[in-house]
C-alpha cells in the first residue's frame, strides 16, 4: 500500500509540476532511499564551513541557532540554520531550492508524502547510533531509516486542571460519549461561576485550521483507542475509500459536541492565535489542540498564562467511543539528510542532537519531549508530565494521517468539518459528506 501510494504521489507531483510550467527534469524525484540515477544539483556548502539544517518548526528557531552555536564551540564544525514557518509550503520551498542548486544538508519531511518527493535524494541512516535509541524514526517501505526524530507530539483533548477542579470533575472519568456530555454540560451550566468564555475551545475554519481538523481531529477516528501499528481504518480508506460507520458515526456525535459548546467567536471565523490565547488567558476548560502549545503558553502567551495562574494542564483521549484510553504521539516531521551534500557532517550534528548536549537544549530550551530512550531531561512544558504518563503506561496510538495524501485536509476534509460546524449540514450530513468526498481525496 504505502509503495503505491509514493507511485501515485510522484506522478502527482510531477504533473503539478508540469502544470506550473517547471521541468520535470530538474525537478526533485519522489520517495525512498534507493539510487539515483540523474545528476542532481549538489548541496551548495562552498560558502561555509559545514551545514544548512532547513526546519520547518519556527517556534524552535531560537533553541536551534543556539545547539548549532554550542555545536560549533565544541567541534569547529558550523551549522547554518533556516528556520521557515508561518504557512511556508516547505516542500515546494524544498523543490525550489533544490532546482536552484542549494539544497540543503538536512530537511523536513512530514511523513510519507512528502518523503516521497525525495526518491533516491535521502540517505539510508540505520548505521547510526541514535537509531538503537529510538522507536520514533522513520523507516520507509524498503525498512531504510530515512528520517531522524528530534521530537514527540501528542494529539488529545487538552485541559484547564484548574477549572476542572472547581467544577468537581475529574478528567479521569471521562471515559466515553456519555461521560464527556455530561462534563461538558455541566461546566457550561458553570460558565458564570468558573469565568469561562466556553466549554471548549474548537475552530473548524477550513482556511485557517484545515491541518487541526482535516489532519490532527480526523486522525482520532483513523487511530484512537488503537495499538500503534493497528492501520485497520487507515488501509480501510486508502485502499478501499470507505469508512467504518459504526466507528465514524460516534466520531461524528463528537465532533457534533465540540460545535455546541464551542466559543461562536472562535467555531468558524477564529484562528490559531486566537483559539490558543483564549485558552491560555482562561476563557476555555478545554481546548483542540496538542502538546505543541504548550511552549506557546510559557513563551509567546506567557502573560496571559501567568495571569489565568499558569494553570496546570493534562490531556484526555478523545473518547468518542466508551473505553478509548490512548493520546496520539509521534514525531510531527522527521529530518532527512540529503545524499549528495555533507553527509558525514551532517550525520555527526544529528548524532550530536540525540546526545546529552543536545538534548539538553532542545528538550529544556525549545520545550521539546525527547523520542530518546537515553535522555534524562524533562521538558519544562506544561504538557510534559501526561505525554510522559501516557507514555510510560502505553497508552498512546500512532499518527497515520501522516500518511494519507497531503493536499487531503486542506483540498477535502477541512471544509466538511467547518460546513458542520456553520450548521449547513448535521451530524448525518457530515457523515454522507466525508463517506461520499474520501474516495476523491485518496484516490
Known sequence: MKKTLALVLALVMIVALAA??????????????????????AADTSAKNGITLFNGKIEIAGALDHA?????????????????GGGVDLQSELKQRYQAGNMPDIFTCEGTPDFSNWVGKVVDMSDQAWVSDTEAEFVDDTGAVIGFPYTTEAIGL??????????GIDPASITGPASMKAAFEKLDSMKDELGIT??????ANAKELYWSTGNHMFSNYLDAGLARDDDTYFDLMMNEGKLDLDRFTPFAEMVGLFNQYSDPALLVSGNYDLQVSGFASGKYAFVTQGSWIGASLTDQYKDLYAAAGNFECGMIPYA???????????????????NEGNVAEAEA?????AGPDGQQILVQEAGLNSPYKSCTVVANDPFAPTVADFTARGKTSGWHFLEQPANMAEDFTGAIFQDYAMGTIDTQGFIDDMVATIPQAVK
Not at 484547564?160 to 477542579?165: A, Q
Request: with cysteine.
Open 20 to 41: 506550473c510550467g517547471v521541468s520535470t527534469e530538474s525537478a526533485a524525484p519522489a520517495a525512498s532511499s534507493g539510487d539515483s540515477q540523474a545528476a542532481a544539483p
Open 68 to 84: 548549532a552555536k554550542v555545536y560549533e564551540e565544541q567541534t569547529g564544525k558550523h551549522v547554518e540554520v533556516n528556520s521557515v
Open 158 to 167: 487538552a485541559y484547564n486542571k484548574s477549572i476542572l477542579d472547581k467544577a
Open 198 to 203: 466556553a466549554v471548549v475551545g474548537y475552530c
Open 320 to 338: 468518542f467511543i466508551e473505553g478509548i484510553d490512548t493520546i496520539l504521539t509521534n514525531p510531527p516531521s522527521h529530518w532527512a539528510v540529503y
Open 349 to 353: 550534528f544529528l548524532q550530536w542532537l
